[in-house]
């Protein structure tokens, strides 16, 4: 029993090499690191995605603008090429 708490002591604390104990410690502060880093991407990545529905509502709403602006031009083309046919004819 005394040399099985013995090997579990080295392998816990290290006996001169880095332990469960230390790592442990090392762990925990990664994984704090991690969590931060997480954190501002999260923000970052949800900033991003705001500006994508903005750029593209910005998009469709000009695609929509120039679209009814060709329609009317169209029109005022035909328009007036009719009213110069119909005046040929007068």
Do not use: C, H, P
């Not at 502060?29 to 880093?37: K, P």
């Amino acid at each position: 029993m005394e040399k099985r708490m013995s090997n579990l002591e080295r392998t816990v604390y290290g006996n001169g090499k880095v332990g469960i104990a230390y790592e442990m410690v090392e762990i925990k502060t990664t994984l704090n690191v991690m969590n931060e880093r997480l954190e501002g991407l999260g923000t970052s990545v949800s900033a991003l995605a705001k500006s994508q529905v903005e750029t593209d509502t910005t998009e469709r709403i000009k695609s929509k603008s120039q679209e009814r602006t060709v329609k009317y031009i169209t029109i005022m083309i035909m328009f007036i090429g009719l009213l110069f046919t119909g005046i040929q004819f007068i």
